[in-house]
């Protein structure tokens, strides 16, 4: 994203004079021209300029006492935003997010705010969890900090799904998923006192479909969950991972060994059928290959109420792995009935 200017010198600039200014304060490298400070309160009308001139649109503008909280997006582009705070006294401004897509968000106090999105991701075509954060500015209007520290603290909160709410999380364009060329190899899948967790190895049937898996960085198969509350299946479906890959002697294994995976990895089978004993939240677990894709299929318990969930990556960064987890009905977190 394109450096901000200063408020201080945009808004001489704008004025036509010299005011007076306090040096300004030490921050990140990529915030550094936002944190002057001004000689004169800043005026919804400085905010809608100063944007403007730099590239971008204020969508809102809420006021809080003296300050603001701008949602704001770059150029024609409203598909993202992002949040900044706004000091009405001194014009020190701080982003608060990164660009996203906003489902709500409310001001809890000065430099607080919480957030929610949808989970897209504005950099990459992925969509992932929904995101809830509380995010506080640190520092006051001047916003002395040592520089080099953030100029924020933010703490997430674990978003719990209904498992009738449909979830697709993997390469999207749009919000609209995709389903790219990259295959996966199931490593590991298994039921724990919360729910299932999988790991995952490239696909070793050929050259292509291996070195698909490292088009940068390594990360879970593309996947997409339903829930039939007549029969309380549900069904997890893993796109372009197969149960068993490769051949005995590929040269794959030189290369797997090379990435400092187990030698000799090649072929390797997951077995389909049962995952094993049942759990607090699932019965009936049981795994198959569907096409090019991976099924898992389980029958919920009254239990499982809501269920997450969190992403990782093993060795050395080249086994991604996720767990679905559930979780029961609990008043603090949904209400008495």
């Not at 609209?176 to 990259?182: A, E, H, N, T």
Request: hydrophobic fraction near 35%; glycine fraction near 8%; include cysteine.
């Amino acid at each position: 994203m394109r450096r901000v200017l200063s408020f201080a010198l945009t808004l001489v600039f704008l004025a036509g004079c010299a005011a007076q200014q306090t040096p300004p304060a030490s921050s990140p490298p990529a915030a550094e021209d936002q944190n002057s400070a001004l000689a004169a309160p800043v005026t919804e009308e400085d905010i809608y300029t100063l944007y403007e001139t730099d590239g971008y649109q204020v969508q809102k503008l809420t006021p809080y006492g003296p300050d603001f909280l701008a949602e704001v997006s770059y150029g024609s582009d409203t598909g993202f935003t992002l949040l900044e705070w706004v000091f009405g006294a001194s014009g020190r401004r701080v982003q608060l997010t990164a660009m996203s897509q906003f489902t709500g968000y409310e001001i809890l106090d000065t430099g607080q705010v919480h957030y929610t999105t949808n989970g897209l991701d504005s950099g990459t075509p992925w969509q992932g969890m929904p995101d809830e954060v509380t995010v506080r500015v640190l520092g006051d209007e001047s916003g002395t900090l040592v520089p080099g520290w953030a100029e924020i603290e933010e703490s997430r909160d674990t978003v719990w799904l209904d498992p009738a709410q449909p979830l697709y999380i993997g390469t999207s364009e749009k919000g609209v998923p995709v389903f790219s060329d990259r295959y996966e190899q199931l490593y590991d899948a298994r039921i724990d006192a919360n729910g299932l967790s999988f790991s995952f190895i490239p696909n070793g049937d050929s050259e292509e479909k291996f070195y698909s898996f490292f088009p940068a960085v390594t990360t879970i198969p593309s996947f997409s969950t339903s829930f039939d509350p007549d029969t309380r299946v549900f069904t997890l479906r893993l796109y372009n991972t197969c149960l068993s890959s490769g051949a005995p002697g590929t040269s794959l294994n030189d290369s797997l060994a090379l990435m400092n995976y187990p030698e000799d990895l090649y072929p390797y089978v997951f077995p389909a059928g049962s995952l094993g004993r049942d759990s607090h939240f699932l019965t009936g677990v049981v795994i198959r290959e569907d096409g090019a894709d991976t099924v898992v299929t389980a029958k919920l318990t009254e239990q499982a109420f809501r269920f997450t969930v969190e992403t990782s990556n093993l060795g050395y960064d080249n086994i991604p792995s996720f767990r679905i987890l559930f979780r029961e009905y609990h008043n603090d977190l949904d209400g008495s009935e």
